[in-house]
């Protein structure tokens, strides 16, 4: 397994591309209502990347996913395509949002609720959130990845949930997806040791039913077998000499921004 540190001025770049993606969740936090489709969310976040930013969405014909966001509703886990779908009131909807800049990833994703959404739904969002909370402020060199997924495991479980297994974190920086994974479930102890300058996403699929996805025709939406809804929040950090360091933290985080 080659995990890339990253050096100063990668470190540099990649807190540019972060404060990139953090800005368009920002940006779209307000188009985000009952009536509106998730193309048209798509389409705003498309150019605001394009000719705002001057960046590249990442997604956008990665592997052949066809769209520049991904956009989750309900019992979406992730990578849903934005389509000609109104939301409506009450859906939970998940915005992930990738963005390359100067040949650097910054990577985010946040739920946002339509409207009034159900008690139960507010709460797995909320609760998914703590778990993502929760695992960053254990970052720093010496943790073991084990640890980042004991964490989340465990405060999702503590609250009646469960977690994804079938997707992870994963490194980043040049490259979207490298090395190395990161399980949002295991045992503390376990797993590889974090160094100064290595660079990941934390991203954890909570679901309010059992763990076990599926994917769809489409070949990308996963959704929860047993339909209940899932919630995801998400981040890419850095591990510093003694702690972390947040690059994709929105106004609306209650997390600070590096520790200690």
């Known amino acids: 397994m080659t995990i890339t540190l990253k050096t100063p001025e990668d470190i ?14 920002e940006m779209i936090a307000p188009h ?4 509106v489709t998730t193309e048209e969310l798509d389409r705003l976040c498309h150019d605001y990347i394009v000719n705002e930013q001057q960046a590249i969405p990442a997604p956008l014909n990665y592997k052949g996913f066809p769209k520049s966001i991904c956009t989750s509703i309900n019992q979406v886990v992730c990578h849903g395509i934005p389509s000609d779908k109104k939301l409506k009131n009450g859906d939970s909807l998940n915005i992930d949002v990738t963005v390359i800049k100067d040949g650097y990833h910054g990577d985010t994703s946040r739920m946002f609720h339509v409207g009034t959404v159900p008690v139960w739904a507010e709460r ?12 960053i402020e254990i970052v720093r060199p010496g943790t073991r990845l084990g640890d980042i ?5 465990k405060h999702a479980e503590k609250n009646g949930f469960s977690v994804v297994r079938e997707f992870c974190g994963h490194g980043i920086g040049k490259v979207f997806h490298e090395e190395p994974q990161v399980m949002h479930f295991g045992e503390a102890g376990t797993g590889i040791e974090l160094k100064e300058g290595m660079t990941f996403t934390i991203e954890p699929m909570i679901n309010q039913g059992r763990p076990e996805t599926k994917i769809l025709g489409d070949g ?37 921004q590096k520790a200690p």
């Open 149 to 153: 997924g004991a964490v989340i495991q």
């Open 32 to 35: 985000v209502k009952p009536g």
């Open 124 to 135: 797995l969002s909320k609760v998914t959130q703590e778990c993502l909370y929760k695992a």
């Open 12 to 25: 540099e770049k990649m807190r540019i591309a972060g404060r990139l993606a953090a800005d368009v969740l």
């Open 220 to 256: 990308w939406t996963a959704i929860t077998k047993d339909r209940k809804l899932s919630a995801q929040w998400e981040h890419t950090l850095l591990v510093t000499a003694d702690g972390y360091e947040i690059f994709t933290l929105r106004s609306d985080d209650t997390i600070a």
